[in-house]
């Protein structure tokens, strides 16, 4: 069945250097493939998606390109904020009406 | 913007007994969705809930567990018979249109504790 694997954290980094949060999944088909971040204390919000093959996602800084020759959605942010510190779960949608998450990859930006 | 509303944020109850996590969706949205988180695992769907109905179950939505609209703005999850393994977050969300295309909306969810 549909699955996504997502880099273990905690990572954490110091303001203004580059993040990577690594993401491949399992699917049949062509999954749309989301982003979700959890800021403390809150719900998980949408931060980027992409629903085809070489689509890149962006926003707030972060982007993430569906590769489908190695069923990848990696994260980037080229210069991280402390406001950036949240749990950042990578996600899958496929043609029945669920969303698959990974475990979440918890991040701390130090200042 | 618009927010998904879970009540209560957490609840403790003692095993064997019944729980309602209660959630007010975004008005104009027509799916709605549970999932849950157990403590260091993956969030894992529950149940999508379209017109009514439910549209889609996941396993782990087994006779112990009920979803209801009763009202036209609430959306309640029941587990009948709570037992120690269903300890976890859970997290409320809604939609305008199917998941596959749209943006959900999740609440800040509920922590429920079994004892």
């Known amino acids: 069945g549909n699955s996504v694997t997502q880099m273990e954290g905690p990572v954490t980094l110091s303001e203004e250097a580059f993040l990577t949060i690594n993401c491949t999944y399992t699917?049949?088909?062509?999954?749309?493939l989301f982003w979700y971040v959890q800021y403390p204390g809150e719900g998980l919000q949408l931060l980027l998606k992409?629903?085809?093959?070489?689509d890149k996602g962006s926003n707030k800084g972060f982007e993430a390109t569906y590769r489908k020759e190695t069923t990848s959605f990696h994260l980037e942010k080229g210069s991280v904020q402390v406001s950036d510190s949240a749990v950042y779960f990578c996600a899958l949608g496929g043609r029945d009406d669920k969303i698959i998450f990974g475990k979440g990859t918890r991040l701390h930006i130090l200042p | 913007e618009p927010e998904v509303t879970q009540t209560p944020s957490h609840q403790v109850t003692q095993m064997g007994q019944e729980v309602i996590l209660r959630c007010v969706p975004i008005s104009n949205h027509l799916y709605f969705y549970w999932y849950r988180q157990i403590l260091g695992q993956k969030v894992e769907f529950l149940v999508s809930f379209y017109n009514n109905e439910i549209s889609e179950k996941s396993e782990i939505f087994d006779d112990q567990f009920s979803v209801e609209r009763p009202d036209g703005s609430n959306f309640t999850l029941k587990i009948r018979s709570t037992k120690l393994e269903d300890s976890a977050m859970y997290f409320c969300?809604?939609?305008?249109?199917?998941?596959?295309?749209?943006?959900?909306?999740f609440g800040s969810g509920t922590q429920l504790s079994v004892l």
């Open positions: 992409a629903t085809k093959a070489d």
């Open positions: 969300a809604s939609s305008v249109g199917a998941a596959l295309n749209e943006k959900l909306f």
């Open positions: 699917a049949t088909g062509y999954p749309s």
